[in-house]
């Protein structure tokens, strides 16, 4: 079993749409949880970062951690064509020396 | 601010023979981390640099990959001799400290 499962999709959604991004975790000790995007051919960035449980918003992205369930989820709301990309999660815990474990990646096409 | 510039982009070579990668991180971040990220998978840690020492190398096949950072800066990822499962995307990252990491556009390399 990985440490950290997340569905590869792909999930075609039509513009305007709330996206749901989910990845579960096997590790309780993880304490820190990253979105990143990464678009074709390129390095990933950082979209939100939480620690612990609960949720995050900035513009259009909320990032939710149930730490409980070991689950975390990414909202996209009025989802644009440039938010096609790939999502990873990613996540660490202190005295992990910086160390991310990162998911699949969830591929996400917004189409017009 | 320059970001982290990878080189070269893209590598095609055949099994057997040496490769290798050179990344150049932001300014001032002591932390460089190189990953592998195979297609449809997320980036898995190869090594961890804290200004030009070793902190975490336990996922580097060392019996054919090697890296450096001579002087604290510019790093070198080699791989020698290379085989099909290499085929990959290699990211360089690097943080100020245990801070957010910034990555580098990737090279790809395909080994036929």
């Known amino acids: 079993q990985k440490e950290v499962e997340q569905d590869p999709g792909p999930l075609s959604v039509p513009e305007g749409a709330i996206v749901s991004l989910n990845c579960t975790y096997s590790n309780s000790a993880f304490q820190y949880f990253m979105w990143y995007r990464q678009y074709s051919r390129k390095g990933p960035e950082l979209l939100m970062y939480?620690?612990?449980?609960g949720n995050k918003e900035d513009g259009r992205f909320t990032a939710q951690v149930d730490k409980s369930s070991k689950y975390i989820s990414l909202f996209i709301r009025d989802s644009q064509p440039s938010d096609s990309a790939t999502y990873l999660c990613a996540m660490t815990f202190t005295g992990g020396g910086n160390k991310l474990t990162f998911g699949t990646g969830t591929q996400l096409k917004v189409e017009l | 601010e320059a970001g982290v510039a990878q080189s070269p982009r893209y590598k095609i070579i055949e099994k057997r023979q040496s490769v290798a990668f050179w990344c150049n991180p932001i300014?001032?971040?002591?932390?460089l981390y190189w990953y592998q990220q195979i297609l449809g998978q997320g980036p898995k840690l190869l090594i961890q640099f804290q200004n030009n020492g070793v902190v975490d190398d336990s996922q580097l096949p060392k019996d054919r990959f090697s890296a450096e950072r001579l002087k604290g800066v510019d790093s070198t990822l080699k791989i020698q001799p290379a085989k099909l499962e290499d085929s990959a995307v290699y990211l360089c990252?690097?943080?100020?400290?245990?801070?957010?990491?910034?990555f580098g556009p990737g090279t790809r390399l395909t080994v036929l």
């Open positions: 939480t620690y612990s449980s």
């Open positions: 990252a690097s943080s100020f400290a245990t801070d957010t990491q910034y």
């Open positions: 300014s001032g971040h002591a932390t």
